[in-house]
Each structure stands twice: as structure tokens, then as C-alpha cells.
């Protein structure tokens, strides 16, 4: 079992920037590939961005590209998310997630296995 807690979000101004962080504990939870889904309000979720367990490599949604970063700190066993230039069309509520099982590849929201309550964030135009 995984536990993810997460921290940050809420409003900025459009162009401003925002970073969540995403707290995992458990036995193995270094071992899970970590994401951010995203939800915008009447919408389903959509994948914004996820990493790794091994090797670190990120994967992005085409339209935060160049914009969201996502990282983690395996010592921590902390993820973040750092959302630069945001846009109002960014506006939504953001999960912490971690994939359904151990070294499996986690592309897209149905991967993962592992949800944090989530928090929204506005961008106001």
C-alpha cells in the first residue's frame, strides 16, 4: 500500500507559477512510478505528467510541455510539481497518484493505482 499526502496549489495569477508537493509513505513506495492527474471543472481526468521509479525519466501531457516540471526526491519520497506559466485553462483540481504496482510504467490516469485527495488550482486570467 501506498499513502500519498499532498501540499500546495490554490490560486496565482495567470502567468504566475505554483508548485505541489506530494508525500508517499509506505514500504515500497520508492519503488512506484509517480504522476499528476489533472481534473478541470465538468471535465474528466487527464494525465499532466508522471516519472519513474527507475532512471527518473518524465513523461507530459502535450499541453504543459516546456511549462510543468515534475521531479521526486527518493530520500524524501517526495514528488513535486513545479507549474510555471500558467494559463486559466490550467484551472483544475490536481491528484497525486503513484501506479498500481512496482516498477510498472505509468503513462495515464488508468495506471495508476494510488490517488491523493487532490487540491485545486485557479488561474485567474
Known amino acids: 500500500q501506498v499513502q500519498l499526502v499532498e501540499s500546495g496549489g490554490g490560486w496565482v495569477q495567470a502567468g504566475g507559477s505554483l508548485r505541489r508537493s506530494c508525500a508517499a509513505s509506505?514500504?515500497?513506495?520508492?519503488?512506484?512510478?509517480r504522476g499528476w492527474i489533472g481534473q478541470a471543472p465538468g471535465q474528466e481526468s487527464e494525465f499532466v505528467a508522471t516519472?519513474?521509479?527507475?532512471?527518473?525519466?518524465?513523461d507530459y501531457a502535450d499541453s504543459v510541455k516546456g511549462r510543468f516540471t515534475i521531479s521526486r526526491d527518493n530520500a524524501l519520497n517526495t514528488v513535486y510539481l513545479q507549474m510555471n506559466s500558467l494559463k486559466p485553462e490550467d484551472t483544475a483540481v490536481y491528484y497525486c497518484a503513484a501506479a498500481r504496482a512496482p516498477w510498472m510504467l505509468a503513462t495515464n490516469a488508468r495506471d495508476m493505482g494510488f490517488w491523493g485527495k487532490g487540491s485545486l488550482v485557479t488561474v485567474s486570467s
Open positions: 516519472i519513474r521509479a527507475r532512471g527518473g525519466r518524465t
Open positions: 509506505g514500504r515500497t513506495c520508492r519503488s512506484y512510478a
